[in-house]
């Protein structure tokens, strides 16, 4: 693990940290932190690991902190204020994981997402309690579910048709089980349901029922750091960026249009000749601007 313990804040070039472990970010949450670094600065440094870049010039992995380094960027800043440990490559992917299970308080999906990610690692369960803090029968429950197979299941959780609890219920369960609409039953009275979740549930046990545990093609990947969901949500932050821009600047040129129309219109000479050329009609926006401009 790590080897020293940083005693100073670094300033880091933004464009030379790599995300190891890139994760999804609740946009509320993530415009809070913008909002935040841009009002107060950043209260808290990142943490990366020193690496030689393809160019020879120092590179960084990123260990915690990518929401504060997605804002930095976001904000334009080219550099941001990091503590840089010496870890290998194994114990930052571990340490990030960390890190996102403290920070978003046990989140089911993403935690299997961490989890799957450890056992294509080879590690085994109780490594994987030891490095993550988890309890043991959470984590065992997981494994069980990803052991199982039960891809009809993981891909219901998720897209939110029914929480993980449940999945592993169903998981544990003979598919000949009758007591199963019971127990949907239960969860429904104390909350583990809600809504249309319960046909949703009963609609997939009965699928699962005739076509077995598997869905019969890829299920889709649960996010990690080649299909994390951030990488979108940037660039969709980029484009709606260069809409406003391009928004901004086409107001700012019909202020001028208006302007400059204003004051001919206040010419009689030029009124006199639109009339001549049968063009002295705007179009009622338009006029309605040149009125109030």
């Known amino acids: 693990m790590m080897t020293d313990t940083p005693e100073s804040v670094t300033l880091v070039p933004i464009d030379r940290i790599e995300v190891l472990n890139s994760?999804?970010?609740?946009?509320?949450?993530?415009?809070?932190?913008?909002?935040?670094?841009?009002?107060?600065?950043?209260?808290?440094?990142?943490?990366?690991?020193?690496?030689?870049?393809?160019?020879?010039?120092?590179?960084?992995?990123?260990?915690c902190g990518e929401g504060r380094l997605n804002a930095f960027r976001l904000?334009?800043?080219?550099?941001?204020?990091?503590?840089?440990?010496?870890?290998?490559?194994?114990?930052?992917?571990?340490?990030?994981?960390?890190?996102?299970?403290?920070?978003?308080?046990?989140?089911?999906?993403?935690?299997?997402?961490?989890?799957?990610?450890?056992?294509?690692?080879d590690y085994s369960i109780d490594d994987i309690i030891t490095r993550t803090g988890l309890s043991e029968k959470y984590v065992r429950d997981i494994v069980f579910l990803l052991e199982k197979g039960e891809e009809r299941l993981i891909e219901a959780v998720q897209n939110g048709t029914i929480p993980l609890t449940t999945a592993l219920e169903i998981a544990r369960a003979k598919h000949d089980d009758e007591n199963l609409g019971d127990m949907l039953e239960e969860a429904y009275k104390t909350g583990q349901l809600k809504g249309h979740?319960?046909?949703d549930a009963k609609r997939l046990i009965e699928k699962r029922r005739e076509k077995g545990p598997k869905t019969g093609g890829d299920r889709p990947k649960l996010p990690n750091s080649a299909h994390s969901l951030v990488k979108t949500y940037q660039r969709e932050v980029a484009r709606q960026h260069k809409l406003m821009l391009k928004a901004d600047h086409a107001h700012q040129q019909l202020l001028l249009?208006?302007?400059?129309?204003?004051?001919?219109?206040?010419?009689e000479h030029f009124v006199t000749l639109l009339r001549a050329e049968g063009l002295d009609s705007l179009p009622k926006y338009l006029a309605d601007r040149i009125e109030t401009a």
């Open 257 to 267: 249009v208006v302007q400059g129309l204003k004051r001919l219109f206040a010419d």
């Open 23 to 63: 994760r999804d970010r609740n946009m509320k949450v993530f415009e809070e932190i913008v909002e935040n670094i841009r009002s107060i600065g950043l209260k808290k440094p990142i943490t990366v690991t020193e690496r030689e870049g393809a160019d020879g010039a120092p590179a960084y992995l990123l260990v």
């Open 75 to 121: 904000l334009g800043e080219s550099h941001i204020p990091a503590l840089v440990v010496n870890v290998t490559d194994e114990d930052a992917f571990i340490m990030s994981l960390a890190e996102n299970i403290a920070r978003r308080g046990h989140r089911p999906l993403e935690i299997l997402a961490d989890i799957e990610l450890l056992l294509a690692r």
């Open 197 to 199: 979740q319960i046909t």
